[in-house]
């Protein structure tokens, strides 16, 4: 990989927020100036400053979005994200807010972020992490890395469409560095990446070691299963 701008290019890279899907677990925090009034929007109530002295209350809830694309918050009660970035639900939230509280402020994480890789990594598997702004070079990264044997030209990109009801397969080139540029750069909800083995690496290796070639089979064979487990129970 050769350019000279490819730092600067990552760091630019266009970065769209997160839309809201279904079974998303959003992490709610609603603060406000007034304890006492606040309360009844946070359950269970949990202060999120140590200073006892402080004046400003704030707690946080988590809610499940339904399949019907809701999340039901008290006295609010149900509200539909399904497709809105966090921004955008912090915003109508607190519209929402302002009869009840001076001067609301909502904070919203998502807590079950998670994606696959899968093939020719050091640690193939589920990944779940904090980070909601992955880009296809860390989601590796928490993979273990790619392999020796792995096809860095020919990764596969599997995303879930709601709106579409089915899956979009993209092939990513990990060589070149306008990768920086995709939009897939930075990874969605329960996408899923594969990343091919060499064809070549493999013949050689399996020439020094036959016993390799089942193994291999075995492995292509659980790899499968283990991403339509992966689909089906998200």
Do not use: H
């Amino acid at each position: 990989m050769t350019n000279n701008n490819f730092e600067n290019e990552v760091n630019q890279a266009k970065y769209e927020s997160l839309k809201i899907r279904e079974a998303d677990v959003l992490d709610i925090k609603v603060s406000a100036f007034d304890e006492i009034a606040v309360k009844p929007f946070n359950i269970p109530t949990m202060t999120a400053t140590n200073d006892p002295e402080s004046t400003n209350a704030a707690a946080s809830s988590q809610y499940m979005v339904s399949s019907e694309g809701f999340i039901v918050m008290p006295v609010l009660g149900k509200i539909y994200c399904l497709g809105m970035t966090k921004k955008q639900l912090e915003q109508d939230i607190e519209e929402r807010l302002k009869p009840y509280l001076t001067d609301p402020r909502v904070d919203i994480k998502l807590t079950n972020f998670s994606i696959s890789v899968l093939g020719a990594v050091g640690s193939p598997g589920q990944k779940t992490t904090n980070n909601e702004k992955l880009n296809l070079f860390q989601a590796v990264a928490l993979a273990g890395d790619m392999s020796d044997s792995a096809n860095k030209t020919n990764v596969k990109l599997i995303r879930y469409s709601q709106e579409k009801q089915s899956d979009t397969v993209v092939t990513l080139d990990f060589t070149d560095a306008s990768i920086v540029k995709s939009p897939y750069y930075y990874l969605q909800q329960n996408d899923i990446l594969y990343v091919e083995p060499d064809k070549k690496a493999q013949i050689a290796a399996n020439v020094a070691d036959p016993n390799r070639t089942l193994f291999l089979q075995l492995l292509a064979v659980g790899m499968s299963v283990l991403a339509l487990i992966i689909r089906f129970t998200n």
